[in-house]
T-cell receptor
Framework: NAGVTQTPKFQVLKTGQSMTLQCAQD?????MSWYRQDPGMGLRLIHY???????DQGEVPNGYNVSRSTTEDFPLRLLSAAPSQTSVYFC??????????FGSGTRLTVV | GIQVEQSPPDLILQEGANSTLRCNFS?????LQWFHQNPWGQLINLFY???GTKQNGRLSATTVATERYSLLYISSSQTTDSGVYFC?????????????FGKGTKLSVIP
């Protein structure tokens, strides 16, 4: 039981490049979500999903896409990276929407 | 959406001292969690506590849902308690899957 696994742990992108941050959980959790953490801002919700095939926007969705084709995976896509997307990204999952488990994070730098 | 406010923003303690961290929230909640983010950035789930009182070793938490606040109590603090403590909540009703974080309390425990 690995919990919530995020890859990669670190990434450097050039402005305009695209990439996908991977998130996988093996706990059969229906609820999954992506957060970004910036200094002094706490964690802010980007996108979330309440089950396979269902996604919705959170507080800061611009510049990010998500899809949920399986219960286990919830990738976050940056289509054209910008320096403002430099942040630490966390994926989380929950069985019922009450009590979330977080991954170890991906530290992204856009230059 | 729900507002989550934490106090104090910063706290410095001598090893062995006790402390109380506060979290106020603006709406009824169906999920209230306390997290510890260690110096390596890992988010550790401390308590899931939408109401009532729980204890885990030197840490305890109380949520008074009717008055919309939660307290995290740390007794006999140790240097390993250093880091940032986050409170996060999801409201009842619309948006009930969206976990909203406070900005955290940064705790420094000095020997």
């Amino acid at each position: 039981n690995a919990g919530v696994t995020q890859t990669p742990k670190f990434q450097v992108l050039k402005t305009g490049q695209s990439m996908t941050l991977q998130c996988a959980q093996d706990m059969n959790h229906e609820y999954m979500s992506w957060y970004r953490q910036d200094p002094g801002m706490g964690l802010r919700l980007i996108h979330y999903s309440v089950g396979a095939g269902i996604t919705d926007q959170g507080e800061v969705p611009n510049g990010y896409n998500v899809s949920r084709s399986t219960t286990e995976d919830f990738p976050l896509r940056l289509l054209s990276a910008a320096p403002s997307q430099t942040s630490v990204y966390f994926c989380a999952s929950s069985l019922t929407g009450a009590g979330y488990t977080f991954g170890s994070g991906t530290r992204l730098t856009v230059v | 959406g729900i507002q989550v406010e934490q106090s104090p923003p910063d706290l410095i303690l001598q090893e062995g001292a006790n402390s109380t961290l506060r979290c106020n929230f603006s709406d009824s909640v169906n999920n209230l969690q306390w997290f510890h983010q260690n110096p390596w950035g890992q988010l550790i789930n401390l308590f899931y506590i939408p109401s009532g009182t729980k204890q885990n070793g030197r840490l305890s938490a109380t949520t008074v849902a009717t008055e919309r606040y939660s307290l995290l109590y740390i007794s006999s603090s140790q240097t390993t308690d250093s880091g940032v403590y986050f409170c996060a909540a999801t409201p009842t009703g619309a948006g009930s899957y969206q976990l909203t974080f406070g900005k955290g309390t940064k705790l420094s425990v000095i020997p």
